[in-house]
């Protein structure tokens, strides 16, 4: 929780426009989640970690079927030793 606060309070700090590009960011970000859902492309691990921003690790430590904003996210087969995801919009 506190760690949350910290950001929250860094992101106050931050000159509005820095705020407004990181809002542009993320828009860009959940078109692109939309349309990797509406298109059914699979995505590998790496690939859904850098568009949730985490480390890849942290994608596939979630388990198989776990939700992401306003995605579900499945795991749906391995390709070699890549392991490919699918998004659902869920609204």
Do not use: C, F
Not at 71 to 81: A, I, L, Y
């Amino acid at each position: 929780m506190i760690e949350s606060s910290a950001s929250v309070i860094e992101e106050l700090e931050l000159p509005r426009e820095q705020r407004v590009n990181q809002l542009r960011n993320l828009i860009d970000t959940l078109r692109i989640a939309d349309e990797i859902a509406s298109k059914g492309y699979l995505i590998t691990s790496s690939e859904l970690a850098d568009l949730m921003d985490i480390n890849a690790s942290a994608v596939t430590s979630r388990g198989d079927h776990w939700s992401w904003r306003n995605w579900v996210v499945s795991r749906v087969r391995r390709e070699g030793n890549q392991i490919l995801w699918q998004l659902e919009r869920v609204d």
